[in-house]
């Protein structure tokens, strides 16, 4: 049994405790959060840990719970800007580290977090949950295989509500969040370096809604592999109350994938020695619980988590940078400028 401390209960800490329900082989044990007081008093909590309520300790800082609690590893669900602060803590004193994504805001701070990994050994995995989602894993294999020809041409896009847009929510200051260039746009520019690697350039187009003290919540972004394949994607962050939708499409020389969650089928495949569309069926278990059970697994056998490598989470910060770049100049960036 690998026992863990989540540090961060917040929207995402929570999301990712419900998920150790599921993880037989995986206990929460201890939590440190600011508010540790307050939360631990929602009783509402009690039915999401496997630990006996009265056992789980809870703890005010980080360094708190790093002197008094031994556990394999840290799941860090902490606003971004505080995150190269809180895993290096962890990662010096050699304990594993997952944390949430997008790695850091800045690639200074991204750098640090990897020196921090390599110098003391410590695993460290930013949870990019889209690498684990099965109706991307579909479209990753199928790439990967060849069996549908050269993939000709991407088109990825996601939206909703803007978080705490009611509210004085942090994820509204892009101080803190980097606003929804970074935090949401990341999900599908991670992906497609998943899926084709680092693009050559990148040009981008987007803009501040609601004034540039909130930052860039809609944007959109193509990258230029140095071949004729089409690769873009864009993102919206809106203060309407709207559900949030992701989907994309996906064509190969001999066949389409579409992938669209309000439609009855949330995944079609159309090929070309075909006149029916398929319907592949996906796996159960969610892509959170599946990017925690990897990481876990990689650091009870002691390997890298290749799947997830903390490079290529820094190059996903570095394309957004690019982005941004290329918004402000109007003109395209080269990533060489940008990623390692």
Same mark, same amino acid.
Request: glycine share 6%.
């Given at each position: ?35 540790? %007081?307050?939360?631990?008093? %929602? ?173 860039? %919540? ?59 569309? !398929?319907?592949? +069926? ?23 988590? !290749? ?20 918004? +402000? ?12």
């Amino acid at each position: 049994m690998q026992h863990v401390a989540i540090i961060g209960l917040g929207g995402i800490g929570r999301y990712h405790l419900s998920c150790y329900r599921k993880l037989p082989d995986i206990q929460v044990v201890a939590v440190a959060d600011i508010r540790a %007081d307050e939360i631990k008093k %929602d009783e509402s909590l009690r039915e999401l840990f496997v630990t006996p309520w009265k056992q789980v300790r809870w703890y005010d800082t980080c360094n708190d719970l790093l002197a008094r609690e031994d556990v394999d590893f840290v799941d860090i669900g902490l606003p971004t800007d505080v995150h190269k602060e809180a895993a290096i803590t962890y990662l010096n004193a050699g304990v594993p580290v997952l944390c949430e994504k997008p790695m850091a805001l800045s690639l200074a701070d991204c750098d640090a977090m990897i020196a921090a990994s390599q110098q003391n050994r410590a695993a460290l995995m930013i949870a990019q949950c889209i690498r684990f989602w099965p109706e991307y894993q579909y479209l990753k294999d199928m790439k990967t295989s060849g069996a549908a020809g050269r993939l000709l041409s991407l088109q990825m896009w996601r939206g909703g509500s803007t978080p705490g847009w009611n509210s004085s929510h942090w994820m509204m200051d892009p101080a803190r969040s980097g606003g929804a260039i970074l935090d949401l746009h990341i999900h599908d520019i991670d992906f497609c370096q998943y899926l084709l690697g680092l693009p050559k350039r990148v040009y981008a187009q987007g803009g501040c809604a609601k004034g540039a003290a909130r930052g860039y %919540d809609y944007v959109l972004t193509n990258l230029d592999y140095g071949d004729d394949t089409q690769v873009s994607a864009a993102s919206h962050w809106a203060d309407l109350p709207m559900p949030f939708i992701a989907r994309y499409e996906a064509r190969f020389e001999r066949a389409f994938i579409r992938m669209d969650p309000t439609q009855s089928h949330t995944l079609a495949v159309y090929r070309s020695d075909s006149n029916d569309p !398929e319907y592949p +069926e996906m796996p159960g278990l969610d892509a959170y619980a599946s990017e925690i059970a990897y990481f876990g697994a990689c650091v009870r056998t002691k390997q890298a988590p !290749e799947r997830c490598m903390p490079l290529e989470a820094r190059n996903s910060v570095a394309i957004i940078m690019a982005a941004k770049a290329s918004i +402000e100049s109007s003109a395209p960036v080269p990533m060489n400028h940008y990623a390692l």
